[in-house]
């Protein structure tokens, strides 16, 4: 009801209607959100396999355990595609695709690889992921005409990975 009432004097007065050209209309796009989700993916799994390797005489605290890990592994790969859907979706410019060719099947690449990382424990798949993703991450910051450097995370599974160089 209050949509009608300012709609109608929106009309009344002319007001215009203000647009947003995107999901972030500020501007501010960073890929490392998707390579952090991308590399807690592999802590969750490496995370599962010492659960494993154990053993586990409470199987009640184990069962817990994994299911906390699946969950979070779960929601880190979707994250990681979110991210990185929304700037293919709302940055990539028709010039971006034109210098990186390889960018529409790059992303493409981590959709599925975020989707088997979900349906599986396979660490090569997420060491998979990270890497695409840290991949995206580099062309993105091409884009920007930003350098890059490669460093290993400083947290497990200290993986190498991709970030600007300011």
């Known amino acids: 009801m209050f949509y009608q009432i300012f709609e109608a004097l929106d009309k009344k007065f002319g007001v215009e209607r203000a647009q947003a050209h995107c999901d972030i209309p500020c501007g501010i796009y960073d890929p490392i959100t998707a390579q952090i989700a991308a590399l807690s993916v592999v802590r969750m799994m490496d995370l599962m396999a010492e659960a494993e ?19 979070v592994k779960e929601e880190h790969a979707e994250k990681a595609k979110h991210e990185v ?9 028709p010039e971006h695709i034109a210098k990186h060719p390889e960018l529409h099947e ?6 599925k690889l975020g989707s088997k990382v979900r349906q599986t424990a396979d660490r090569q798949t997420g060491l998979d992921f990270v890497e695409a ?15 890059v ?8 599974p200290a993986l190498e990975m991709v970030y600007p160089n300011l």
Do not use: C, Q
């Not at 390797?53 to 969950?71: C, E, P, T, V």
């Not at 929304?86 to 410019?93: L, R, S």
């Not at 450097?149 to 497990?156: D, F, T």
């Open 53 to 71: 390797a154990k053993g586990h005489d409470n199987h009640l605290a184990f069962i817990n355990s994994m299911a906390r890990y699946i969950a």
């Open 85 to 93: 859907r929304v700037i293919w979706g709302d940055y990539i410019k």
């Open 106 to 111: 790059l992303v493409f690449k981590i959709m």
């Open 133 to 147: 993703v840290n991949k995206f991450a580099e062309i993105f910051w091409d884009t920007k005409g930003i350098a």
């Open 149 to 156: 450097k490669k460093a290993k995370a400083p947290y497990a």
